[in-house]
């Protein structure tokens, strides 16, 4: 049989080209691409072997025996790897891992396997191709070259739909396009054996990888000529995945936006690719990123980094940048980073962490992100994403704590008080999660959910009818701030069909210093309606009486801290006592927190204070338990 290579040449002329561009181009190397190099090069050598051993055959009898079996061994040997390694390939670009010898992989290559050993046996069995004094013939079991690339055709194929959540844009489509264009070709040669167009579907299958990822033109930042953000991303990935323990240092320029101003968008991109072309001098073109913005990453791996490296990025910026003649002399604050302390995704939060720190101290300063840094963000990564976990599942945990009427001697009202048990964790503090809330903005969603479990609580549990005539809500001061507060609030007791009398919104003085002409239009309008409201912690800050002169409040809550004062000294004590007294004569009602003994129960109560909260009587509890607490109390303040 007489074999056409013409599409087996071409395929391998365009391949060789292809490979000069790929010399020539800066990138990533990561797993995916070392098995897209490996895949290109067995594919490429196959292909010469191909036609070479099919020139040889129309030449039988010129060459010698043992040459026409090796070579044709190794071209179908090959021929049953290649699948193997396209399927590494899209198990890698699909997953975003590397293959392992696991159960289910191994399985995955026996069909190849037991390919390879055909051919090896090829010799005495004839399975898959022989040679006698005609020359060569096709084996008994030729077939199964092309039923194993069926195989592993499918096989890409269901590794694209499971994965598919895992593909951005396109890439469903250029995976199945390269399955099909790899396969297709093969199936042609089944029926016509006389063209070699495995090759062909080898280079198209390539130049489509090529194409959609593998020419990384996603990892350029264009301005700077740096590589972007997704591809930092990339490379931590991958130092991570093998435990690499690289520094990382994130450059912030001071004032780059005044540097455009004056020179303009075109000398400030300029300035900005004159820095990188600096960096990428000293460590190299493939460790140089821009972050975003005015903000570059350097990556040190750990073979290389020395404790000079600081001192290389501050003597850039030592040096005057020139633009059009003219010496323009540049700041930026450095942070470092060890990427030992973090896995791939942390590093980015530790990086705006550590250039906030080094801004926060000045132009030009250094800031070194600690272990014990580390450790508190990924605590407060950990607390954020317990609490947006919550939100998204629309609850959130709620305790309360009982408040005891000192003139009726029961409990009649509670406070609820919102509870994060974090993993790993416990429960957090709410002024720790409070405070990350508000910084995040979720504090909104956070405070509606709270307001949507208390007026739930009361529907449900017939608390009217059991005694409480009203539970007090914290609000933040991202809250009080908030022009849509009186709609919200308002939306949810019409949901549950909640008297308004049943509801006492708590306010800090800081959140009424904050926000005062706003808050004050939110709480005219809802006590309009009926609901009251508390002046909380007082005493715990500057303690400005004129917040109760011109906010409705109807009760002060006296802090913790005051009353504790109050026990150690007879001044506080006396100052306590007046206060109490001056909020009596102007209407208030008073509730003493942190009670923690009788002896404090005993002395405020003598002091005129209306109702006391804290230990003595009750910590915070669950909704399950905190009408039986209640029920506990009240029978007992009644012996």
Same mark, same amino acid.
């Given at each position: 049989?007489?074999?056409?290579?013409?599409?087996?040449?071409?395929?391998?002329?365009?391949?060789?080209?292809?490979?000069?561009?790929?010399?020539?181009?800066?990138?990533?190397?990561?797993?995916?691409?070392?098995?897209?190099?490996?895949?290109?090069?067995?594919?490429?050598?196959?292909?010469?072997?191909?036609?070479?051993?099919?020139?040889?055959?129309?030449?039988?009898?010129?060459?010698?025996?043992?040459?026409?079996?090796?070579?044709?061994?190794?071209?179908?040997?090959?021929?049953?790897?290649?699948?193997?390694?396209?399927?590494?390939?899209?198990?890698?670009?699909?997953?975003?891992?590397?293959?392992?010898?696991?159960?289910?992989?191994?399985?995955?290559?026996?069909?190849?396997?037991?390919?390879?050993?055909?051919?090896?046996?090829?010799?005495?069995?004839?399975?898959?191709?022989?040679?006698?004094?005609?020359?060569?013939?096709?084996?008994?079991?030729?077939?199964?070259?092309?039923?194993?690339?069926?195989?592993?055709?499918?096989?890409?194929?269901?590794?694209?739909?499971?994965?598919?959540?895992?593909?951005?844009?396109?890439?469903?489509?250029?995976?199945?396009?390269?399955?099909?264009?790899?396969?297709?070709?093969?199936?042609?040669?089944?029926?016509?054996?006389?063209?070699?167009?495995?090759?062909?579907?080898?280079?198209?299958?390539?130049?489509?990888?090529?194409?959609?990822?593998?020419?990384?033109?996603?990892?350029?930042?264009?301005?700077?000529?740096?590589?972007?953000?997704?591809?930092?991303?990339?490379?931590?990935?991958?130092?991570?995945?093998?435990?690499?323990?690289?520094?990382?240092?994130?450059?912030?320029?001071?004032?780059?936006?005044?540097?455009?101003?004056?020179?303009?968008?075109?000398?400030?991109?300029?300035?900005?690719?004159?820095?990188?072309?600096?960096?990428?001098?000293?460590?190299?073109?493939?460790?140089?990123?821009?972050?975003?913005?005015?903000?570059?990453?350097?990556?040190?791996?750990?073979?290389?980094?020395?404790?000079?490296?600081?001192?290389?990025?501050?003597?850039?910026?030592?040096?005057?940048?020139?633009?059009?003649?003219?010496?323009?002399?540049?700041?930026?604050?450095?942070?470092?980073?060890?990427?030992?302390?973090?896995?791939?995704?942390?590093?980015?939060?530790?990086?705006?962490?550590?250039?906030?720190?080094?801004?926060?101290?000045?132009?030009?300063?250094?800031?070194?992100?600690?272990?014990?840094?580390?450790?508190?963000?990924?605590?407060?990564?950990?607390?954020?994403?317990?609490?947006?976990?919550?939100?998204?599942?629309?609850?959130?945990?709620?305790?309360?704590?009982?408040?005891?009427?000192?003139?009726?001697?029961?409990?009649?009202?509670?406070?609820?008080?919102?509870?994060?048990?974090?993993?790993?964790?416990?429960?957090?503090?709410?002024?720790?999660?409070?405070?990350?809330?508000?910084?995040?903005?979720?504090?909104?969603?956070?405070?509606?959910?709270?307001?949507?479990?208390?007026?739930?609580?009361?529907?449900?549990?017939?608390?009217?009818?059991?005694?409480?005539?009203?539970?007090?809500?914290?609000?933040?001061?991202?809250?009080? =701030?908030?022009?849509?507060?009186?709609?919200? *609030?308002?939306?949810? /007791? &019409?949901? @549950?069909?909640?008297?308004? !009398?049943? $509801?006492?919104?708590?306010?800090?003085?800081?959140?009424?210093?904050?926000?005062?002409?706003?808050?004050?239009?939110? =709480?005219?309008?809802?006590?309009?309606?009926? *609901?009251?409201?508390? /002046? &909380?912690? @007082?005493?715990?800050?500057? !303690?400005? $009486?004129?917040?109760?002169?011109?906010?409705?409040?109807?009760?002060?809550?006296?802090?913790?801290?005051?009353?504790?004062?109050?026990?150690?000294?007879?001044?506080?004590?006396?100052?306590?006592?007046?206060?109490?007294?001056?909020?009596?004569?102007?209407?208030?009602?008073?509730?003493?927190?942190?009670?923690?003994?009788?002896?404090?129960?005993?002395?405020?109560?003598?002091?005129?204070?209306?109702?006391?909260?804290?230990?003595?009587?009750?910590?915070?509890?669950?909704?399950?338990?905190?009408?039986?607490?209640?029920?506990?109390?009240?029978?007992?303040?009644?012996?």
């Amino acid at each position: 049989m007489h074999f056409n290579i013409t599409y087996e040449a071409c395929a391998s002329l365009f391949l060789i080209l292809l490979m000069i561009v790929l010399a020539t181009r800066r990138r990533l190397e990561g797993y995916q691409f070392k098995i897209f190099r490996f895949y290109f090069a067995i594919c490429l050598i196959n292909n010469i072997v191909d036609m070479t051993a099919s020139v040889m055959i129309d030449h039988y009898e010129t060459f010698p025996e043992w040459l026409h079996w090796g070579l044709n061994g190794y071209y179908y040997v090959m021929q049953f790897i290649i699948p193997t390694v396209f399927l590494s390939y899209l198990y890698g670009r699909l997953t975003k891992h590397t293959p392992t010898l696991k159960k289910g992989y191994i399985v995955a290559l026996i069909p190849s396997l037991a390919g390879v050993v055909m051919v090896l046996t090829s010799y005495v069995t004839r399975f898959i191709y022989y040679f006698d004094a005609a020359g060569f013939h096709s084996g008994s079991l030729h077939a199964y070259l092309y039923i194993n690339t069926a195989i592993y055709a499918v096989l890409g194929a269901i590794f694209a739909i499971i994965w598919h959540d895992n593909l951005r844009n396109k890439e469903f489509f250029y995976i199945m396009l390269m399955i099909s264009v790899s396969a297709m070709p093969i199936f042609i040669q089944m029926f016509f054996p006389q063209y070699l167009l495995t090759g062909l579907g080898s280079a198209l299958t390539i130049y489509i990888m090529y194409l959609s990822t593998e020419s990384q033109m996603e990892y350029m930042d264009q301005v700077s000529g740096a590589f972007n953000r997704e591809a930092l991303t990339f490379k931590l990935s991958e130092m991570h995945r093998h435990g690499s323990k690289e520094d990382i240092y994130a450059i912030a320029m001071d004032n780059f936006k005044i540097v455009n101003e004056i020179y303009g968008m075109e000398g400030g991109n300029r300035m900005m690719q004159r820095l990188v072309n600096k960096l990428q001098a000293e460590f190299g073109t493939d460790m140089v990123f821009r972050y975003g913005g005015d903000t570059f990453v350097v990556i040190v791996e750990e073979e290389v980094k020395s404790n000079k490296d600081y001192d290389k990025i501050a003597s850039i910026f030592r040096n005057p940048f020139s633009h059009n003649g003219l010496d323009v002399v540049l700041s930026a604050c450095i942070c470092l980073v060890h990427g030992e302390n973090h896995d791939a995704k942390g590093v980015f939060s530790a990086i705006e962490y550590g250039i906030a720190q080094a801004k926060r101290r000045g132009k030009g300063q250094f800031f070194e992100v600690l272990k014990e840094t580390v450790d508190t963000l990924e605590r407060r990564v950990n607390i954020e994403q317990a609490i947006m976990a919550e939100i998204e599942r629309g609850r959130f945990e709620v305790h309360y704590q009982p408040i005891y009427d000192l003139k009726r001697k029961k409990i009649c009202s509670l406070e609820a008080l919102a509870r994060l048990n974090v993993e790993g964790y416990g429960y957090v503090s709410p002024e720790e999660f409070i405070g990350i809330a508000e910084k995040n903005g979720s504090i909104i969603q956070l405070g509606q959910i709270v307001v949507d479990e208390v007026c739930r609580f009361i529907r449900d549990d017939n608390l009217i009818e059991k005694g409480i005539e009203f539970i007090e809500i914290n609000l933040s001061v991202v809250q009080c =701030m908030r022009e849509k507060l009186y709609k919200d *609030i308002q939306e949810v /007791l &019409d949901k @549950y069909n909640i008297p308004t !009398s049943m $509801i006492n919104l708590e306010i800090t003085e800081s959140a009424a210093a904050y926000s005062e002409e706003r808050l004050l239009r939110n =709480m005219a309008r809802l006590s309009m309606r009926g *609901i009251s409201f508390s /002046l &909380d912690d @007082y005493g715990s800050g500057y !303690s400005n $009486i004129s917040y109760l002169v011109k906010m409705p409040f109807s009760i002060v809550k006296i802090d913790k801290f005051f009353l504790w004062g109050a026990v150690k000294k007879i001044s506080t004590r006396l100052i306590l006592e007046n206060t109490i007294k001056l909020f009596k004569e102007i209407n208030k009602k008073i509730v003493v927190e942190g009670v923690e003994t009788l002896e404090m129960a005993q002395m405020v109560d003598a002091m005129g204070a209306d109702y006391i909260q804290g230990y003595f009587y009750s910590k915070p509890v669950s909704k399950d338990k905190v009408m039986d607490v209640v029920t506990r109390i009240n029978k007992e303040a009644q012996k």
